[in-house]
């Protein structure tokens, strides 16, 4: 079985962008949704060929969590 860290390291480093699963402070779920949808756009048109959905920082500083299942709804 592959494990994650395989399939990132199998794609050039500056091909892999990480994008936050997290809601800023007074952000709604919504515009978080929007705001990584956008990120995501503008890292796929800059060349990005794996983006990984990084929840790490959830729950710290005051920053909230993005369901996976959302980020990937649109």
């Given at each position: 079985?592959?494990?994650?860290?395989?399939?990132i390291s199998a794609f050039p480093s500056d091909k892999v962008v990480n994008l936050a699963l997290?809601?800023?402070?007074?952000?709604?779920?919504r515009v978080a949704t929007e705001r990584l949808a956008s990120?995501?756009?503008r890292a796929v048109e800059a060349g990005a060929e794996l983006l990984v959905l990084d929840d790490a920082h959830a729950f710290t500083d005051g920053?909230?969590?993005i369901d996976p299942h959302l980020a990937v709804q649109r």
């Open positions: 079985a592959m494990h994650v860290g395989d399939l997290t809601a800023g402070l007074g952000e709604t779920v990120e995501a756009s920053l909230g969590w």
